[in-house]
């Protein structure tokens, strides 16, 4: 029987151990910093776009992308490497490893998307309303996203192209359906319906509700989705890669 000690110990050595290295590997550069930067570009330089009323949602989908951008590459990488089973011979448990690929990815879209913002608010006045909900929405979104990227990286697949490929299909569309691009206020049907579907709707609304004091859904009702949203992701991370290594996969 594991002390919550040895768990905890467990998690944070995995989480350093991840940090030292995949931070720098070209996949999560790309799709996690470079991506929604040449994004952002795309869609509002040369338009002539109130930057303040958007800054919300790109502020989200920075910190969406760079969250979520670690976890597809880890768990496929160390199946290639013959390095997974390893970690499992350690005191370990699959709910360390999964809280600390949570961990890791968290830690990086924190600290990416942290000074993203510092040096935005260099070129744009954003007055910030409400700073301790600005604070929450960050830990709390890198927290939501980085275990959606820990759950696209448990399907049984030991190939990082795949699984990133994969976690792509999944992360693209959800960037045109949360209000990023078109405001909730002005979604309706069945496109209001899709957002609410999507995560990263609420992280969108929560930094919209810390800036501006605007939001569609109550800050509370964000806040518990992304709480739910968190716990689903993880508890679907750990069935699948449990059912995975009892299938010898």
């Avoid at 699959?94 to 924190?110: M, N, R």
């Amino acid at each position: 029987m594991k002390t919550p000690a040895v768990l905890l110990r467990g998690i944070l050595t995995i989480c350093e151990k991840n940090i030292l290295l995949y931070y720098t590997k070209p996949p999560v550069l790309m799709f996690g910093i470079l991506f929604p930067i040449f994004m952002f570009l795309a869609f509002f330089v040369g338009r002539n776009l109130d930057l303040v009323l958007f800054f919300p949602g790109f502020l989200a989908m920075m910190l969406f992308f760079t969250a979520s951008s670690v976890g597809p590459l880890i768990t496929p990488w160390e199946k290639r490497e013959k390095t997974y089973e390893r970690l499992l011979s350690y005191p370990v448990i699959p709910e360390s490893i999964i809280f600390g690929d949570v961990l890791a990815g968290a830690i990086f879209g924190l600290g990416i998307s942290l000074i993203i913002w510092i040096v935005s608010t260099l070129f744009i006045q954003v007055h910030i309303i409400n700073p301790a909900l600005f604070l929450f929405t960050f830990v709390l979104g890198t927290i939501a996203c980085s275990s959606l990227g820990a759950l696209l990286a448990s399907p049984a697949s030991n190939s990082p192209p795949n699984v990133m490929i994969f976690s792509n299909l999944i992360r693209f569309p959800l960037i045109f359906i949360s209000g990023i691009f078109i405001p909730l206020s002005q979604m309706q049907g069945l496109s209001l319906a899709l957002a609410c579907c999507s995560p990263l709707t609420y992280v969108v609304d929560l930094f919209n509700a810390a800036i501006s004091g605007v939001s569609f859904f109550s800050p509370l009702l964000d806040g518990g989705v992304l709480i739910a949203a968190t716990v689903l992701f993880i508890l679907l991370a750990r069935f699948i890669q449990v059912r995975n290594l009892v299938k010898g996969l």
